[in-house]
């Protein structure tokens, strides 16, 4: 198994004489990007999490609606009554967002171009993706999107997230980026991602994680 380490020695300001600089290095390791992904989505506070768990609702709730052709305040109705839960509240919201669509939909299209502006990079992270799960950025991106399907406005999104993607591309293409361009794109994307599947990654952290606070067993023999 692969390990990745940050290997940085950049001097930056005028330096006299002669210099020797490294480079960056940035190596991944699967396992530990695991961990430490579950180990933050573990540690955020309640409202933190029940944030993110919003987001992703209602980003999982988009993508069956788009499936099945509906709109995700639809889908969820219909998965709280499979699940003999109250859905009522479902068509009172959806009836609340109706009557103020364009409201919404303004805040939401804001809102959205923030999210994506607000996308964590790699140096804020210490080149780990795990700490994606810190910043509220991808949520509040697909919390918004979500919302703007809900209104019916999803070919309006769209225009501005291809636009904001194309000028982060050419931002990306500059020398000064040029070489970690697709460790800035696999943060952008996979922090999307973490943000639209938190809610199932929660669970699975809390069935499978560690409790804080457990002292770890000595080695045998010792």
């Known amino acids: 198994m692969s390990e990745q380490r940050v290997v940085n020695n950049k001097l930056d300001g005028h330096v006299k004489g002669s210099v020797v600089q490294a480079g960056s290095m940035f190596v991944s390791a699967p396992s530990r990007t695991v961990n430490n992904v579950i ?64 409201l919404v939909g303004v805040v939401a299209l804001v809102s959205l171009g923030a999210g994506l502006l607000a996308l964590p990079k790699p140096r804020q992270m210490g080149w780990d993706l795990g700490q994606t799960m810190e910043w509220r950025g991808p949520a509040t991106a697909v919390l918004s999107f979500a919302l703007l399907v809900q209104c019916g406005y999803t070919w309006k999104a769209l225009p501005l997230v291809v636009l904001l993607s194309a000028v982060g591309l050419l931002v990306l293409s500059g020398r000064d980026y040029r070489s970690h361009r697709s460790d800035h794109v696999a943060v952008a994307v996979g922090g999307i991602v973490l943000a639209v599947i938190f809610t199932p990654l929660y669970v699975l952290a809390l069935l499978l994680g560690r409790d804080a606070g457990v002292a770890p067993y000595p080695p045998a023999g010792v």
């Open 39 to 102: 180990k933050e989505v573990r540690s955020l506070n309640l409202v933190a999490t029940l944030y993110r768990m919003l987001s992703s609702l209602a980003a999982l709730a988009m993508v069956a609606g788009a499936i099945h052709g509906g709109r995700p305040l639809g889908e969820a109705a219909t998965v709280c009554d499979a699940l003999a839960l109250p859905s009522g509240w479902a068509a009172l919201t959806a009836g609340w967002i109706d009557g103020r669509i364009d």
